[in-house]
């Protein structure tokens, strides 16, 4: 392995980051303080929404919506192929089915052609989805307002997994602000566009889900006497009302978060810039280039090419693996979880999503992240274009 590896993404920690979360270590709250509410408004206000629910990660924070919109078993939920596997495994947790609907070739999202035409046969069949969820790939907003529409006429909740895409516009709002979606989930893993170490958010408008959200992610319990089922004896009175799980974020992770929120713009806009690098020093070379949407922008947290074996002469693996023996480490998202052991167990298989499998066979992740020098952009694309035979 070379010496000087170049990562595909890594966090961009600064002195104010440390200083941020030192401060929280001399206080006295190292966790259920005053940080966490203090996150959740710096989020909630760029976003514009109502209402923003941390977590201990985006995994976290997606079971929480499915609860919270009464997901369980007998429902359906669909959601992407090309996406990690929590995007359906949210599902499996609450005891509900998944099925997945193919994505459009060139935005590497959700095919709203194809969400259309599975919804028209669903209805014919009396089964029909209770939620939908769309997963913003790279950093790429999904077509949100079409979603919407689709999502009024059949019936079902719309819970955006935006965990490539804090940061990122769909029709010049902020992808998080609820106009479009129920729910709204962030990632903040160290290799996003911000980082916390682990962690998640899920935003939404609706005061009603928030606040479940809020009492499933710390076990179901009510410390407001309004809520109780009898009068508290004593200030020291807390009630399980329902059965939730311990998903809370800490204030360490917390004011790390509202430490990086001060320069998620920033960020953005470098990588942003290093997206339009990458597309003028790649051109020509056969790679299949990731495609820009209209109407909305991306927080660039993946830069994926499509790799061409027919014009290189090698195979995605033989490319790959040349890749990182030269230091530049490269990725690959994602294989098509309907392909993962677990889900074909449960009767998927081979060909069902052939969209979603024809973009994993070519599909390279190339190093992407704030701190990402042009220097070592021109070694990672060099390195490319001799081995596509550009």
């Not at 976290?60 to 078993?73: K, N, T, V």
């Not at 991306?298 to 995605?316: I, P």
């Not at 993962?340 to 979603?356: D, I, K, N, S």
Request: net charge negative; proline share 5%; aromatic share 8%.
């Amino acid at each position: 392995m070379h010496e000087d590896v170049i990562p595909y993404g890594r966090q961009d920690i600064s002195a104010d980051d440390i200083e941020a979360v030192v401060a929280v270590l001399r206080s006295d709250f190292l966790t259920q303080g005053p940080a966490v509410a203090g996150f959740e408004r710096t989020v909630a206000e760029y976003c514009g929404a109502a209402h923003a629910v941390a977590a201990n990660s985006a995994t976290s924070a997606l079971h929480l919506a499915c609860a919270a919109l009464d997901l369980g078993p007998g429902d359906l939920l669909w959601t992407v192929p090309n996406t990690f596997v929590a995007s359906a495994n949210c599902a499996r947790f609450c005891g509900a089915d998944v099925d997945f609907v193919d994505i459009d070739p060139l935005t590497r999202n959700i095919g709203v052609a194809a969400l259309a035409e599975k919804l028209e046969t669903a209805q014919k069949n009396g089964r029909l989805p209770k939620i939908v969820v769309p997963v913003d790939f790279a950093g790429l907003p999904c077509p949100m307002a079409e979603i919407r529409d689709l999502a009024d006429r059949y019936g079902f909740a719309v819970v955006e997994d935006a965990s490539h895409a804090i940061g990122a516009r769909y029709r010049d709002r902020p992808v998080g602000c609820g106009e479009w979606a129920d729910v709204t989930v962030f990632s903040f893993h160290p290799v996003k566009i911000i980082t916390t170490g682990e962690g998640g958010m899920a935003m939404t408008r609706d005061g009603r889900l928030a606040e479940r959200m809020r009492r499933l992610r710390a076990h179901g319990i009510t410390r407001d006497a309004a809520e109780m089922a009898s009068a508290p004896e004593g200030p020291w009175v807390y009630e399980m009302l329902e059965l939730g799980w311990n998903y809370r974020m800490t204030d360490i992770q917390a004011a790390l978060g509202a430490s990086q929120m001060r320069r998620l713009d920033a960020f953005v806009e470098r990588r942003t810039a290093l997206a339009e690098r990458y597309d003028e020093r790649l051109a020509g070379c056969g790679l299949t280039l990731p495609q820009r949407a209209a109407d909305a922008r991306s927080a660039w947290h993946l830069y994926v090419v499509g790799w061409n074996a027919a014009r290189s002469g090698l195979t995605r693996a033989d490319a790959f693996a040349r890749l990182r023996a030269a230091g530049i480490g490269v990725n690959v998202h994602y294989i098509p979880v309907h392909l993962q052991p677990y889900y074909r167990g449960l009767g998927f298989a081979p060909g069902q999503f052939p969209a979603a499998e024809a973009h994993y066979a070519g599909a390279i992740s190339l190093p992407l992240y704030a701190g990402l020098s042009e220097a070592q952009q021109d070694r990672v694309v060099d390195a490319l274009r001799e081995l596509a035979g550009a």
